[in-house]
């Protein structure tokens, strides 16, 4: 194994690679294989975007037939044949059965470019300047998006104020049970100091923060002051949608209907880039053409794997097993923690993790894991929480055997500390 090519002469920025020292070579489904012939599972699944796996052979197969037939793989935003299928079809798998007509609106290919995006359009639309972000919150590393993102090991690096957002506790964070009546009281207040925001941006599962699920009425509460007082409400779903938690977005059916919803890593199904909100026809009038423009708007390969990803979309047996593979999880991790004084579970389908509290600790689980052949990446304050994210293809031999291994890892980090 030689990395002597990246410790000379790339960034010291790199992150994960210091937790995986290896050079993979290959991948399929949910392994990942290194140069030395290793094969490790991947609870990691690029952070969320391998939802349907390293190389997913439907995709692959439809990949090579577009390269094949020169199909446009670089477009701007100009109309293409993948485009309008992919775009016809997510309106029939997704918008459509649940009455939606939101507009899908493309942008530069990362998360943070589509929150960004949605930032940018709440402001423009209400004709403020505030956004309210919850603690604990992850939307990105571009300066709109940093401001929202809790994280300070984040904050820190932006150079200039990260400025207007008004930061509140998310629901399972201390003083999150009232923060939003409480803040709500303080905008009807005329004379409270505060005016009110031009969006709410909310995950309805913290995946970075430290898989912190909320419920459904803390949801709504905060979408019922959003429409109160003249606000858009933003799901950041870039992590926990496009099927991780057994159904298409992590809030479905809990009652509520975003203005603008935030999607992107596991969109394109195959792991190439790509960034969409939906964005109430309302809303999306306020846009003007080019208003947020972006080279890499148009991405081919991703239009032809995502029309793909949205067949599993379709596919409610597969969805089922989702939720079934994610009770799975839960039950070992359940087991896992119950002779651990203060461990706690959480996660909802096939994001699971157990909050140790312990940074220090989850470090050496994860080196253990890793030198017993298993991906998975912390999460929380601190690295608190071991995030575990297969691909939702995953079989159910590997899962057993990941669960295993996570198992090992954690035992033979308690034995050590
Ligand atoms: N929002 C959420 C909820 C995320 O998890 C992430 C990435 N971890 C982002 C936004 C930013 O996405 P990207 O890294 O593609 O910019």
């Known amino acids: 194994m030689d990395t002597t090519v990246f410790e000379q002469h790339e960034s010291s920025i790199r992150g994960y690679c210091r937790n995986f020292p290896t050079v993979f070579a290959s991948a399929s489904n949910a392994r990942q294989v290194s140069e030395d012939g290793t094969s490790y599972i991947d609870f990691f699944a690029g952070a969320g975007v391998l939802n349907f796996g390293h190389n997913n052979p439907r995709m692959k197969d439809a990949l090579i037939e577009f390269l094949r037939n020169d199909g446009v793989a670089h477009s701007l935003d100009t109309y293409t044949t993948t485009k309008r299928d992919f775009i016809a079809r997510f309106h029939e798998v997704v918008l459509a059965p649940r009455g939606m007509d939101h507009r899908l609106q493309f942008m530069g290919p990362t998360g943070s470019n589509a929150v960004e995006a949605a930032l940018k359009l709440a402001r423009q639309a209400t004709g403020r300047r505030e956004v309210v972000a919850f603690s604990h919150g992850f939307h990105g590393m571009t300066l709109g998006a940093l401001a929202a993102t809790g994280n300070h090991a984040f904050r820190q690096w932006a150079g200039v104020p990260l400025n207007d957002v008004v930061r509140l506790p998310f629901e399972t964070a201390p003083g999150g049970d009232t923060a939003v009546a409480d803040y709500g009281a303080s905008l009807r207040d005329p004379s409270s100091g ?145 002779d651990q004084p203060g461990w706690e579970v959480r996660g909802k389908g096939m994001m699971q993790a157990i909050d140790t509290g312990d940074g220090a600790l989850n470090k050496q689980i994860q080196a253990e894991a890793f030198q017993r052949g298993l991906l998975f990446g912390p999460c929380g304050s601190g690295g608190r929480v071991n995030k575990l994210i297969p691909p939702l293809t995953i079989g159910e031999d590997d899962l057993d055997q990941g669960l295993d291994l996570f198992e090992q890892a954690v035992h033979a980090a308690r034995e050590g500390s």
């Open 194 to 338: 505060h005016t009110a925001p031009a969006a709410f941006i909310v995950e309805a599962i913290q995946a970075e923060g430290g898989v912190n699920v909320a419920s459904s009425e803390w949801l709504q509460q905060v979408q019922a002051l959003a429409r109160e007082v003249g606000a858009l409400f933003i799901i950041d779903d870039i992590q926990a949608g496009i099927g991780r938690t057994g159904s298409y977005f992590s809030f479905d059916g809990m009652g509520l209907d975003p203005d603008i919803i935030c999607l992107a890593k596991g969109l394109g199904g195959f792991g190439t880039p790509i960034a969409m909100n939906l964005n109430k026809p309302e809303v999306d009038e306020h846009w003007s053409p080019g208003a947020h423009t972006g080279t890499f708007r148009g991405q081919g390969l991703s239009f032809v794997a995502g029309t793909v990803a949205l067949d599993y979309a379709a596919d409610r047996d597969f969805l089922d097993q989702v939720e079934a593979k994610g009770r799975v999880m839960r039950d070992r991790l359940e087991q896992i923690a119950a």
